[in-house]
């Protein structure tokens, strides 16, 4: 039954921003993301051997998702790269994804002793039965 | 027959379950043991140590899962249909998954064949707690203390 769901009080806080990375999906917390980009490949710049992009005006850092969980690099080169603008207090930041799903009420869980194991994440959902790791943008701020 | 009215009283025994990793032999208390399940899906957690293999999801709650291999520093964990994860209260209201080859039994060891293991083998990787003789077999007895203990090296 879902009436205990609806109990939830509705802060900006449990909802998230569902991206795959590969096979895994993350949440990204919908207070900390400002848009969603759609970059040609072509657009990449690199400053101090960081590769960033150039949006209405602000030089944005990328964050390569997959690279923070060690995975292979995608197999097909892609014209186009999907980035998530996340803000954390003035700072901007681009994290690159491979796919969005679109945003969900998420019931942020602790990971136990993992949550003072780990820099990225804050902690973990289920979505229908995967596990998704939240994602702490201020971590990501190195 | 009398033997059936023979309660074991004291002894300092306790039950342990008896596992395996490795080819070896090592025994938890039952007091630690939450839930021993099949291997589920972990999902890995980037920037976690290494021998953390992830989390999973055991009826919507979600539980960090160690390799003791891993932190043994032995070669990584072979998966096969005996694997199972023996999940461990640690302190008041948490869990930690280990990963094991297979789960045995139940066996009742008393303190009093318990050693401390040689303080020439016991280092930081060590998750050792006591070594119990049964029989032939060497037992080492693992503790939840000695297993996320300290972790200053990595």
């Given at each position: ?5 609806i109990v ?14 590969r096979d ?119 | ?150 972790r200053k090296?990595?």
């Amino acid at each position: 039954m879902e009436l205990s769901q609806i109990v939830t009080d509705n802060m900006k806080n449990s909802q998230a921003l569902i991206a795959g990375v590969r096979d895994e999906k993350i949440a990204i917390p919908l207070s900390s993301v400002l848009s969603i980009e759609n970059v040609a490949v072509s657009e990449i710049n690199t400053v101090n051997f960081e590769d960033v992009i150039y949006l209405r005006g602000q030089v944005i850092p990328l964050v390569y998702m997959d690279k923070l969980f060690n995975l292979e690099e995608a197999k097909k080169e892609s014209l186009n790269i999907n980035v998530v603008i996340c803000m954390y207090k003035d700072t901007y930041l681009g994290l690159v994804v491979d796919e969005l799903f679109g945003q969900e009420d998420i019931d942020k869980k602790s990971m136990g002793i993992l949550d003072n194991e780990n820099r990225f994440f804050s902690g973990a959902t289920i979505l229908d039965d995967a596990v998704a790791l939240v994602l702490d943008v201020e971590s990501l701020i190195a | 027959m009398s033997e059936l009215a023979v309660y074991n009283a004291n002894e300092n025994e306790s039950k342990y379950i008896i596992f395996k990793i490795n080819k070896e032999v090592y025994a938890i208390d039952v007091k630690s043991v939450n839930n021993i399940i099949q291997m589920p899906k972990i999902t890995q957690v980037p920037s976690s140590p290494k021998y953390y293999r992830g989390v999973i999801n055991l009826r919507g709650e979600i539980i960090p899962v160690m390799s003791l291999r891993r932190r043994m520093n032995y070669d990584d964990d072979c998966f096969t249909s005996n694997s199972r994860i023996i999940i461990l209260n640690i302190g008041e209201d948490n869990l930690l998954g280990i990963v094991v080859d297979e789960v045995n039994e139940v066996l009742d060891i008393s303190s009093k064949d318990i050693e401390q293991p040689s303080q020439f083998i016991k280092n930081d990787a060590s998750v050792v707690s006591g070594v119990g003789k049964i029989g032939d077999m060497i037992i080492s007895i693992l503790s939840v203390d000695s297993m996320i203990g300290e972790r200053k090296a990595s």
